[in-house]
């Protein structure tokens, strides 16, 4: 007969046997020639019973149990990898198979599996290289990582600076970065253009775009005009009145007239053989046509006139050129 030192009842619970010791003695005590009356008289059959002394008997059963990644088992103990540490083995047997993140990298709590669980730590971004020495690099001028896990994709870009894309590190400061900064050449509190923020599709204010964020963003419904940063507002975009897009409407239409006339008067001279009144009249008409090309050119970069407001842009020296030269060749 076999005694379980414990064992499990129907409804689950936990049923405990008597010590081994006091079950030796119980089982020691048994009288054989009893016992077998007893059941005798129960069972209404002959019984002998002949019982042999008790012996104890010790068995040890080995249970094979997997060590996890992510940690290092020894004794019996399941000891997890610390912060900054991965391990990406099964049943390690010591603490050397919790392998150290790479330099100026941690990761976000114990037992990690995988080496791309390492992030970098504050100051520093991943930059997408695999190799250690460059897995993380310290964060430009002009960002902020002082958060873990920084990537280059979404580096922090500092209010008032600008970089071209998502994997860029070049990170230049905006022109109307000291808008708002009280003298300073930069401040967290700047109405720039330049948005900054984690979002690399996103580093303009709302209705900017472009390098520097100095171009209003295309609307399909109206005309915008672009409005620098002061100490009171952030740079943005204002829509145009109909009243100045009306005019420049009238003045294209104006111009057309003056030419159809002067095309029309210098047929006349040609036919007629004055030569050299012809030639002055074209370069009239060449001077009438640069300048309405400049004009256009100048309107397209949203030149408006709005709630009694002028806001004038200056023209580029291009334009001063093409100017210059149209006066030049015009001899009236």
């Known amino acids: 007969m076999t005694i379980a030192a414990s064992g499990t009842a129907a409804d689950d619970s936990l049923v405990v046997a008597l010590p081994i010791d006091n079950l030796m003695e119980n089982v020691a005590s048994v009288d054989d020639a009893e016992l077998g009356a007893s059941l005798t008289s129960a069972l209404n059959a002959i019984i002998t019973v002949n019982s042999t002394a008790a012996e104890r008997v010790t068995t040890t059963r080995m249970l094979s149990v997997m060590c996890p990644r992510g940690f290092w088992c020894t004794a019996g103990l399941t000891v997890e990898c610390e912060v900054g540490f991965y391990n990406p083995t099964l049943n390690a047997n010591n603490q050397s198979a919790c392998l150290r993140c790479p330099e100026h990298a941690t990761t976000f709590g114990p037992n990690s599996t995988q080496k791309s669980q390492c992030v970098c730590g504050t100051n520093y971004f991943r930059t997408g290289d695999v190799s250690d020495s460059a897995w993380c690099n310290r964060c430009p001028v002009g960002t902020s990582c002082n958060e873990l896990g920084s990537t280059l994709r979404n580096l922090n870009i500092s209010v008032a600076y600008y970089r071209p894309s998502a994997t860029s590190i070049d990170v230049r400061m905006c022109a109307d970065a000291a808008a708002n900064c009280s003298g300073k050449t930069v401040c967290a509190h700047s109405t720039s253009g330049c948005a900054g923020g984690s979002n690399p599709d996103k580093p303009c204010r709302d209705g ?94 949203a030149l408006c006139v709005t709630d009694c407001e002028t806001h004038i842009r200056t023209y580029n020296a291009a334009d001063v050129r093409k100017m210059q030269v149209a006066l030049n060749n015009t001899n009236f």
Do not use: P
């Open 208 to 301: 900017l775009e472009g390098h520097f964020c100095g171009v209003c963003a295309n609307a399909s419904d109206q005309v915008r005009y672009y409005v620098g940063a002061s100490k009171t507002a952030v740079a943005g975009c204002k829509a145009c009145s109909s009243g100045m897009m009306s005019f420049l409407v009238l003045g294209a239409l104006a111009t057309l007239a003056v030419l159809a006339c002067a095309l029309a008067t210098a047929r006349w001279l040609w036919r007629h053989r004055l030569k050299d009144e012809h030639k002055k009249l074209l370069s009239f008409i060449s001077f009438i046509v640069n300048q309405w090309r400049i004009i256009a050119d100048y309107n397209s970069r």
